[in-house]
């Protein structure tokens, strides 16, 4: 039987935030192993935190992850550190009881007006020779076929140097589905 995932729009609508707190009642569908997937810890973290700092957009997120947070009911609370003109400090605990799981540090900024203006731009590029374009699959094999001629180990040293008896031979075939 195929086991469905909650869809993440669905959570989003489930979470309670009042002031500094926040709580979502997690399914076991959003347990990697026996913890929450780290992203929806950032996200009950950052409901609680936004409750406190609503206006301003974030610019910053540090999430440590301390201890598993198990699924049902998961709470965050949320405390300003600092509060200035433009930016605004915000600590986010996810807890278990007196336990902290998770802690989060947010800052939240209000865009501020600047004398400098940047406008990157995107430097003229001269090839000597035109791009060659091919088909992927025939460009494919084409780089298969080069690296192997030319893929060695990469712990192999000077190829002048004799190879390690137990490791003769270096297969990039695994390596190379992953690519």
């Given at each position: 039987m195929e086991q469905t995932t909650t869809p993440f729009s669905v959570l989003l609508s489930r979470i309670r935030a009042g002031e500094g707190t926040s709580t979502l009642e997690v399914p076991e569908d959003w347990?990697?192993?026996?913890?929450?997937f780290g992203g929806l810890?950032?996200?009950v973290g950052l409901a609680a935190m936004r409750s406190l700092a609503p206006d301003a957009p974030l610019r910053s997120l540090q999430v440590t992850f301390l201890a598993p947070v198990p699924g049902g009911p998961v709470t965050a609370r949320a405390?300003?550190?600092r509060s200035g003109k433009s930016a605004?400090?915000?600590?986010?605990r996810i807890v278990d009881g007196d336990n902290t799981l998770a802690l989060m540090?947010?800052?939240f900024g209000l865009p501020r007006t600047s004398a400098v203006t940047l406008r990157p731009q995107q430097p003229s590029v001269v090839s000597?020779?035109?791009?060659?374009?091919?088909?992927v699959a025939a460009?494919?094999?084409r780089r298969r076929a080069e690296s192997a001629r030319t893929m060695r180990s990469p712990f192999a040293g000077d190829p002048s140097t004799p190879r390690c008896s137990r490791y003769p031979s270096f297969d990039s075939s695994?390596?190379?589905r992953f690519a």
């Open positions: 347990l990697q192993g026996r913890t929450l810890q950032a996200v405390r300003i550190l605004t400090h915000v600590e986010a540090v947010g800052v000597e020779k035109p791009a060659e374009l091919h088909p460009s494919n094999e695994a390596i190379r």
